[in-house]
């Protein structure tokens, strides 16, 4: 069977070349004038909400800031900034009549090879069986 009508959402009568023109690049006949006016109002509205938004949560903040430093008051508490603050002072206080840098602290394990190396070698021993114990005691 051949079809011989237009099916209907392909109709040139319902604007559906016009829509199908601008989706393919076509040049914009019918541009409305005021559009830049409209777009930049509705740019300034987004940009005021922003602001507005960023200045309840900054409100928002400071408060629960004012909350966080009247528990450290009533409980004693130091903030993190404070506590670092206090230790990197007393690193330089420690350091100055030094004329070398302070010494970092080793972790344990590290640096202490020959002992790590004897305790490997003390475990392997265990698990050999008696004459192969016996072969590597005699060197």
Do not use: H, W
């Amino acid at each position: 069977q051949q079809f011989t009508s237009i099916p209907p959402f392909l109709s040139p009568s319902e604007g559906a070349t016009k829509d199908m023109g601008k989706m393919l690049g076509g040049d914009e006949a019918e541009k409305d004038p005021d559009a830049e006016k409209k777009e930049e109002e509705r740019q300034e509205a987004l940009r005021q909400q922003e602001e507005e938004r960023k200045a309840k949560y900054a409100k928002m903040e400071a408060e629960r800031e004012n909350i966080r430093q009247g528990i450290r008051d009533k409980y004693g508490i130091k903030k993190k900034e404070e506590k670092e603050a206090e230790a990197q002072a007393a690193l330089e206080q420690a350091a100055e009549g030094s004329l070398t840098r302070p010494k970092k602290a080793v972790p344990p394990g590290c640096g202490d090879e020959e002992e790590e190396e004897e305790s490997i070698m003390d475990t392997v021993m265990k698990f050999l069986p008696g004459p192969l114990m016996d072969m590597f005691n005699k060197k």
